[in-house]
């Protein structure tokens, strides 16, 4: 089993949409889970924290369900810009410096006028 | 500020051949990291750096060496290049401090083929 797993997509949708991705982690001892950001042939950017009381930035909403070990995306009226892929991280464990990081291989969005 | 950088771009070598990829960051961060991303597999650890002085092996470093030259820069070497290299390689950095987690910052991906 893979230590982060995502639906690769793609996920087509209209512009105005709300679109929801999920991701699921192996290892119940993790502490920190993030989502980035790819554009096509760029590099990942961080585009949120994901906390366990849920948190929220403008369209953008995560969520953290540890006893079910998946964490979720949610994006509500989708831009034509919001088309990249989503890339679940997983931090295993804060290690004494140096926070080595598990992404998953990725959802694709496609944002369609 | 320039953030993370790679050099070269994009590189072609034969299979045997040897070369060094090398990263630059500007932000005075101690931690440093090289990865690879395949299609369908994600980036993936190669070696990272948690300060200068120090380097330690990720999730795929055969075929890899590494040096952490100063606080600023971190090279990655392919000593005989094979076809199974063949991916896109990212220096990331950020900062550090046990228990805390920092962003990483990643720089603009070096494109190897090895024929």
């Known amino acids: 089993r893979k230590e982060v797993e995502q639906d690769p997509g793609p996920f087509n949708v209209p512009e105005g949409a709300t679109v929801a991705f999920n991701c699921t982690y192996s290892?119940?001892?993790?502490?920190?889970f993030f989502w980035y950001r790819q554009d096509c042939r760029k590099e990942p950017k961080l585009l949120m924290s994901?906390?366990?009381s849920g948190n929220e930035d403008g369209r953008f909403t995560a969520q953290l369900n540890r006893a079910s070990q998946y964490i979720s995306l949610l994006i509500r009226d989708s831009k034509l810009s919001d088309s990249a892929t989503y890339l679940c991280?997983?931090?295993?464990?804060?290690?004494?410096?140096?926070?080595?990081?598990?992404f998953g291989t990725g959802t694709q969005l496609k944002v369609e006028l | 500020n320039a953030g993370v950088t790679q050099t070269p771009k994009f590189q072609v070598l034969k299979t045997g051949q040897s070369m060094t990829l090398q990263c630059a960051q500007d932000?005075?961060?101690?931690?440093m990291y090289w990865y690879r991303q395949d299609p369908g597999m994600g980036l993936r650890l190669i070696y990272y750096?948690?300060?200068?002085?120090?380097?330690d092996k990720g999730e795929v470093p055969n075929g890899y060496n590494v040096s952490r030259l100063n606080k600023r820069e971190f090279s990655l070497r392919l000593e005989s290049a094979a076809p199974s290299q063949t991916s896109v390689y990212f220096c990331?950095?950020?900062?550090?401090?046990?228990?805390?987690?920092?962003?990483?910052?990643f720089g603009p991906g070096t494109r190897l083929t090895v024929t």
């Open positions: 990331a950095s950020s900062s550090s401090r046990t228990g805390v987690f920092y962003e990483q910052y």
């Open positions: 290892n119940s001892a993790s502490q920190s």
């Open positions: 994901v906390y366990s």
């Open positions: 991280v997983v931090n295993p464990w804060l290690t004494g410096g140096g926070n080595k990081l598990t």
């Open positions: 932000m005075n961060h101690n931690s």
């Open positions: 750096s948690a300060s200068e002085g120090t380097t």
